[in-house]
């Protein structure tokens, strides 16, 4: 365990290092860590579809460009309504799509984490950018929400200027054009104002600091460099906050052991965990996804660092209306171009728990039950999403209704499925 006095030179060098003007010496607050990442596991679930739009998530925002599919994500949403328009409805979306209610809900599950994505523009916004601001107001609040309930909190930076790795949860669908011009240093920007906002919140115990880099299309050396510059930025606002870093799609043993185990403190890395992005995944048998799951075990306690499954789900399809992007079909049912049937999206397109058969029901069950054991023989867990207009596989909050997601989260109606 580094001492708070090297940490204070460390962060201090850094913040030196990275300044290119000028500046004060940054005042370092101390607080020990108000979790134990050792000892206890996370139970935690993603706010997704709140402050970075996701058109599975909310389709009925999308709606209007169902047909044109000009409208694809937050960048073109915002970029299609101007700025006004665009403005209106999402902060009619941020101030109803999750409450105090639901804070309150997911802890009465024995949740103890929340994973909220952000994206730059919150807190970084770069001029000619369409998004729109005020998300912070409403965060505010999440985080007073978390405290009032006991839940920590994981910020996530789930969208870079550019994007890092294309996809519509990034904010902008296409390219993956983060890491040219200045989208390092300005990153590093929305970074450094999330920790000086809220890394001394007693709530915030984690940033993430960049979700899903796409490793295949970018310099990974330069992606350990920015976790390394993060790390130093955000031990400029506070000693303690764990710095969590995304494995890029890599090897969470092979290539992430060694890396940020000295000189630094408090490290976590993240993998997520699906099982139905490829033809071969949707293809499994219900009993063979439950297989996979546990089998994840061994790698994630073969890792050199604290580790969490940051997403992961119950759906063994990827049937939820345009979950594959806006106006794209599925695997399963084999209306996604270039895709085999496997079976019937009937109930899982578009609909609620209750009305999926007995044994979708079962089958959900199981899988998230082994998931969870899993996961949490390391650091844990923290599934996607808590709630959804109308994705039945992937709703939290639908799914302990229904009696699928045990409830509290530590109860087993399939024990033992890994042993």
């Keep these: 365990m580094l001492s ?20 004060p010496t940054p005042k370092l607050e101390t607080r020990d860590l108000s979790f134990d990442y050792v000892n206890d596991k996370i139970r935690g679930v993603n706010l997704g579809g709140w402050f970075v739009l996701e058109p599975w998530i909310t ?13 694809k994500d937050e960048y073109t949403f915002c970029q ?12 009619k979306h941020w101030k109803n799509w999750i409450g105090p209610d639901d804070f309150a809900a997911i802890a009465k599950a024995g949740i103890n984490h929340v994973r909220i994505p952000i994206g730059y523009w919150a807190v970084a916004p770069l001029d000619g950018d369409p998004y729109v601001q005020g998300q912070l107001d409403i965060l505010d609040q999440a985080i007073t929400w978390a405290s009032n309930n006991q839940l920590k909190v994981m910020l996530d930076l789930h969208g870079a200027p550019g994007s890092q790795n294309g996809f519509d949860n990034s904010g902008r669908y296409g390219d993956v054009d983060w890491l040219q011009g200045s989208t390092y ?4 920007n929305a970074i450094d104002a999330l920790a000086k906002r809220y890394a001394s919140s007693d709530a915030v ?52 052991n060694g890396f940020m185990n000295t000189g630094v403190n408090n490290v976590m890395l993240d993998t997520h965990l699906y099982q139905i992005f490829n033809q071969d995944q949707v293809s499994l048998s219900s009993a063979d996804h439950v297989l996979a799951a546990c089998s994840a075990a061994s790698s994630l306690t073969g890792t050199d660092k604290w580790t969490v499954v940051g997403e992961w789900t119950g759906a063994q399809t990827d049937c939820a209306k345009w979950l ?21 999206c009937d ?17 959900i069950g199981r899988f998230i039950e082994a998931q969870m054991d899993a996961y949490e023989k390391h650091t844990g867990w923290i599934f996607w999403t808590w709630t959804t207009e109308s994705a039945p596989e992937w709703d939290m ?16 109606n399939h024990p033992g499925q890994c042993n």
Excluded at 185 to 188: H, P, V
Excluded at 324 to 344: F, I, M, P, Q
Excluded at 399 to 410: D, H, Q, R
């Design 347 to 363: 109930g899982k397109y578009s609909g609620t728990v209750s009305a999926l058969s007995g044994t979708d029901k079962d089958n």
């Design 80 to 91: 299609t309504l101007g700025k006004d328009e665009a403005s209106r409805q999402l902060i």
């Design 205 to 256: 115990t984690t940033i993430e600091v960049l979700n899903e880099p796409l490793g295949s299309s970018l310099d990974l050396d330069t992606v350990k460099q920015y976790y390394l510059d993060s790390w130093g930025t955000i031990r400029k606002s506070n000693l303690d906050t764990a710095v969590t870093i995304h494995d890029a799609f890599r090897d969470i043993d092979s290539f992430w």
């Design 59 to 71: 389709p009925s925002l999308f709606e209007p460009w169902a047909d044109s599919q000009t409208v």
């Design 185 to 188: 240093k300005q990153t590093l």
């Design 397 to 412: 909050k639908d799914l302990l209704a229904g009696g699928v997601f045990p409830n509290p989260v530590t109860n087993r």
């Design 4 to 23: 708070h006095a090297l940490l204070r030179s460390i962060a201090v060098a850094y913040a030196i290092f990275t300044t290119t003007h000028s500046a």
């Design 324 to 344: 594959n992007g806006l106006g794209k079909g599925a695997r399963y049912d084999g209306s996604l171009a270039g895709s085999t049937t496997v079976g019937s």
